[in-house]
């Protein structure tokens, strides 16, 4: 069988349906080795091994690595990151987009799930409309999109002030509030 599974987060791995055996067996050898390493602090061999790979590939002199234990956790680690690199306070974040459960996250997260836990949740936060609103459209074409999206985005940065920004947060594909291209 072939499937088309749009599927992503918690409910997928991305291994696919009928799992390789070569990974079923990598999977059982470390859980035989290590079932669980907390992600702040301890370090394994197969971590050091996926460190000093990525240092290889990632531009520049970067050679730390974190491993955030899901993607709420790694969305909040962007954002302390963000902030205290830049000094600045802001992060804009896009409607129509989901970050995760956790407090932080859900501030980020663009759609009503958040409401609950505003004010809390949003503090600093910035939403900005997508280039493919659900109600109108901002062009016929890909370049008038384009241009109107960013002429828009440009103006709200101006509004909230350019030096105030610590990071513009995007999810690459949009998935729990339909498959969504930025």
Sequence with gaps: KRYL??????????LGHTVHPTIVNA???QMETLAYAYPGISST??????CQLLSEIV???????????????ANE?????????????KIFAR???YHGGTLGAMGLTGDQRRWPTEPFSSNGV???????????????????????????LREQLMYEGP????????????????VLKP
């Design 59 to 73: 531009p520049g002199d970067i050679n730390n690595f974190i491993f955030p234990s899901s993607g709420s956790e």
């Design 126 to 152: 910035v939403h900005f409309f997508d280039p493919y609103p659900y109600s109108f459209s901002l062009g016929a074409t890909e370049e008038e999109i384009t241009s109107r999206s960013l002429t828009m």
């Design 163 to 178: 030096k105030n920004v610590a990071a513009i947060h995007m999810e690459s594909i949009t998935g729990t509030n339909g």
């Design 77 to 89: 680690c962007a954002m302390r990151m963000s902030r205290l690199y830049t000094g600045r306070h």
């Design 5 to 14: 599974d749009f599927n992503s987060m918690a409910m997928c791995v991305h």
């Design 95 to 97: 409607y129509r987009s």
């Design 27 to 29: 999977v059982k050898e």
């Design 45 to 50: 061999p197969i971590r050091a091994k996926l």
